[in-house]
T-cell receptor, first 108, second 114 residues
Framework: AQRVTQPEKLLSVFKGAPVELKCNYS??????LFWYVQYSRQRLQLLLR??SRESIKGFTADLNKGETSFHLKKPFAQEEDSAMYYC??????????FGKGTRLSVIA | IAGITQAPTSQILAAGRRMTLRCTQD?????MYWYRQDLGLGLRLIHY???????GKGEVPDGYSVSRANTDDFPLTLASAVPSQTSVYFC?????????????FGPGTRLTVL
């Protein structure tokens, strides 16, 4: 059963528009969630994690246990945000589980 | 400091051939992982190792084997390659396989099996 769902394979937005990349998870315990990003010709890297409650490159993500979601948001998209984004779930004692990814394309 | 390196960068391989993808890290991380990245399927875990001398199966282990003789190296072997193993392979490491640990990824190996 898929434990991390990213419903959009591709998301296209105009520069300056708000962005929301959706992530839902299924886990009965206390989850730890992450967003990883892969820019063109770069390595996959951690963007942010829910326990840090930080904003990175203008992105934020809030864990909503009631909706089992961890959506990634940014109020004003920039062209350099174009990348592949992966949501990942840590369930305890097993490696991270990644979603299928969403490709964000920011149109100038 | 190199971090985590993979070799080769890319490879074209005939079906049925044996191939080993190399992964080395110099961060003294205990945990290491192998993923394959396929369009529409995202990142799928093949095998992992929580510490030197131990390995575990991930989501898609069939057709692959790993070994972890020391902390730094975590090679992935395809004993008899098949076209469905055409993919981009990523190696990653983390300090431990524990809570909150960031995974650091290598640059990837693009493998084509004909």
């Amino acid at each position: 059963a898929q434990r991390v769902t990213q419903p959009e394979k591709l998301l296209s937005v105009f520069k300056g528009a708000p962005v929301e990349l959706k992530c839902n998870y299924s886990y009965s315990g206390s989850p730890e969630l992450f967003w990883y990003v892969q820019y063109s010709r770069q390595r996959l890297q951690l963007l942010l994690r829910h326990i840090s409650r930080e904003s990175i490159k203008g992105f934020t993500a809030d864990l909503n246990k009631g909706e089992t979601s961890f959506h990634l948001k940014k109020p004003f998209a920039q062209e350099e945000d174009s990348a592949m984004y992966y949501c990942a779930l840590y369930q305890g004692n097993t490696p991270l589980v990644f979603g299928k990814g969403t490709r964000l394309s920011v149109i100038a | 400091i190199a971090g985590i390196t993979q070799a080769p960068t890319s490879q074209i391989l005939a079906a049925g051939r044996r191939m080993t993808l190399r992964c080395t890290q110099d961060m003294r991380h205990n945990a290491m992982y192998w993923y394959r990245q396929d369009l529409g399927l995202g990142l799928r875990l093949i095998h992992y190792s929580n510490t030197a001398g131990t390995t575990g199966k991930g989501e898609v282990p069939d057709g692959y084997s790993v070994s972890r003789a020391n902390t730094d190296d975590f090679p992935l072997t395809l004993a008899s390659a098949v076209p469905s193993q055409t993919s981009v392979y990523f190696c990653a490491s983390s300090p431990t396989q524990g809570s909150g640990n960031e995974q650091f990824f290598g640059p990837g190996t693009r493998l084509t099996v004909l």
